[in-house]
């Protein structure tokens, strides 16, 4: 399995505080990633990183910034969450070269917001 | 129309039957297809990637249909463990953003 770690596993917080999500990487892979996986919509990107310091939106960015200061870590921030941001987080790693790509996944971060 | 759409299932087949999956995309540029599987409350993993020429491992073969726009999952001699949801992926030619499907169900009984 690829060495990808997601901290904390489960979280429960109330509306309106901040909340980071934290994505560690041992695989020195270029590229992150943060989905939120909710019933009847699978899996929506929401922010991800091309490179230190480099990060773009996806599909689903709004209430949410991210941040990559370094190859390993990637970090998604919820600044005031709301109870529309319960989910499951995802953070994802590949290593685009050539035509090969592949992604895979940290084992998921539970949210609950109340 | 999404741009990848998979039919949810469930699809309920009993131990040993073969079961197929379609995927079908609506952008004619995507360039890279993928099968992943994901267990209840588990992250996805990579199950196969789809080659133009069809490719197959063990039980699984995927196929694509670059005309018809669709990719294909077809597992024989189904197994208990076979039980998950499996997501189809797209990717655009010169992405690197990958388009999931919403998966389809797949229950293997006894």
Known sequence: ?114 | RKEVEQDPGPFNVPEGATVAFNCTYSNSASQSFFWYRQDCRKEPKLLMSVYSSGNEDGRFTAQLNRASQYISLLIRDSKLSDSATYLCVVILGGSYIPTFGRGTSLIVHP
């Open chain 1, 1 to 114: 399995d690829a060495g990808i770690t997601q901290s904390p596993r489960h979280k429960v917080t109330e509306t309106g505080t901040p909340v980071t999500l934290r994505c560690h990487q041992t695989e020195n892979h270029r590229y992150m990633y943060w989905y939120r996986q909710d019933p009847g919509h699978g899996l929506r990107l929401i922010h991800y990183s091309y490179g230190v310091k480099d990060t773009d939106k996806g599909e689903v960015s709004d209430g949410y910034s991210v941040s990559r200061s370094k190859t390993e870590d990637f970090l998604l921030t919820l600044e005031s969450a709301t109870s529309s941001q319960t989910s499951v987080y995802f953070c994802a790693i590949s290593n685009r070269d050539r035509d090969s790509y592949e992604q895979y996944f940290g084992p998921g971060t539970r949210l609950t917001v109340t």
